[in-house]
């Protein structure tokens, strides 16, 4: 079937040669880190985790946001997830590889990713979050592929590939359960240090990632003239409405327990994100920005006639994930690391080293969607 992905018109191959760029260009600044070391960097000893590790904590909740579709339709049989399904499967897959991808850049060296096969420490959060991202990554691909071979065929899928399917349901819910654990089991960091963390994970996945589908399904609409149907999209941002509302009340019982409380350690690093510290407010304009947004695209998708709007919904979608990316993606780990554990005030800005890698593996991730979803368009309208 892969051979569909080698057709393609002028928009086509004007995309994959950006992307390719794209990717060059952040292979070339790899070469830098992975000579000179993560030197090159804006991380440090006090702000260890950058902008690698907040795009994977933002990607792993876009991978596990793939359930909201393969549940309804797999277990319930919900028929009008039948042509979506394969869209939030193929992009669970692009988007566990970059999550993988950014471990790998944020490790420096690629051979110590090998220690974790190694050298399993199964106390280690690290391990599981690794063995869970790369599980997931498998199941999706085998399945999606699976699935869509035997259509393409006009036969039913292989027997063996509904257990697989139904495993992914579980697994996409661990992968972001996992990883917030890997935050919240670090006493340290007052921020990370709460039990909603991995609800709140969960919501703010469900409602970017749905978000996210939204708009491929329109784009593709757009690009490619398949439809994968007004009913998907409305149940869709049904979903995301409810995520949304969900993830900011759960913001909202952060801000109530910390502030309430009166406890320090507990309110500096909110206080850093969104008034500032002691002088420091690099994040303040982002912050209240990905919530003013944010809070917008929510009170657009609970207006029914705002949520069936061809104009709004994309709108509202795009709002909704961009708020999602600078909070969990660029706040939440940064925030986290303010103030240290010795209450030191350290801000951090990415290198252009960082950036040009960042965007490479972004690009990367989205040549393989792009690709997959070449491949799936085709076979759905059978060219």
């Known amino acids: 079937m892969i051979e569909k992905a ?5 928009n086509y191959w004007i995309w994959i040669s950006f ?34 590790i907040a795009q994977f904590t933002f990607l792993v909740g876009v991978a596990a946001s793939a359930v909201m579709v393969v549940l309804p339709y797999y277990l ?37 990713v090998l220690n974790v096969m190694l050298y399993p420490s199964p106390h ?38 509904k257990p697989v399917i139904y495993l992914s349901i579980p697994w996409a819910v661990s992968i972001h359960t996992v990883t917030a654990f890997l935050y919240a089991g670090l006493p340290g960091r007052h921020l990370w240090l709460t039990a909603v963390l991995a609800p709140r994970f969960l919501a703010s996945a469900f409602a970017a990632g749905t978000s996210l589908l939204i708009l491929l399904t329109i784009i593709l609409k757009k690009t490619t003239g ?9 149940k869709l941002a049904v979903l995301a409405t409810y995520a949304g509302v969900t993830n900011f009340f759960l913001i909202g019982t952060e ?26 407010s690099n994040l303040v304009p982002w912050m209240w920005f990905s919530l003013m947004i944010g809070l917008g695209s929510v009170v657009v998708l609970l207006i ?11 709108a509202a979608c795009a709002g909704l994930v961009i708020s999602i990316w600078i909070d969990k993606g660029v706040g939440l780990i940064l925030g986290g690391f303010v103030p240290s554990p010795l209450e030191d005030i350290v801000e951090y800005s990415p290198t252009l080293i960082e950036i040009a890698i960042t965007l490479g593996i972004w690009a990367i991730g989205a040549l ?16």
């Open 6 to 10: 080698l057709k393609g018109n002028r």
């Open 19 to 52: 992307l390719a760029l794209v990717i060059a260009s952040g292979i070339s600044a790899y070469s830098q880190q992975r000579w000179f070391g993560l030197t090159v960097t804006g991380m440090g000893r006090d702000v260890s985790w950058g902008l690698y």
């Open 76 to 112: 319930h049989n919900y028929k009008a997830f039948g042509k979506i399904v394969i869209i939030g499967e193929f992009l669970a897959v692009s988007a566990t590889l970059m999550c993988l991808l950014f471990i790998l850049a944020d490790m420096g060296r690629p051979d110590r």
């Open 124 to 161: 280690s959060m690290v391990f599981w979050d690794v063995m869970v991202l790369n599980g997931y990554f498998i199941i999706n691909l085998v399945s999606g592929w699976t699935v869509l071979g035997a259509e393409r065929k006009g036969i039913p899928p292989p027997r063996w590939v």
């Open 226 to 234: 398949f439809d994968a149907g007004s009913e998907a999209r409305e």
């Open 255 to 280: 801000f109530f327990t910390a502030l309430y409380s009166n406890i320090p350690s507990h309110m500096h690093s909110l206080q850093y994100l969104f008034f500032g510290l002691e002088g420091h």
């Open 304 to 314: 029914p006639a705002l949520r069936a709007s061809s104009k709004w919904l994309p």
């Open 368 to 383: 393989l969607l792009t690709v997959l979803l070449k491949v799936a368009v085709a076979v759905k309208t059978q060219e």
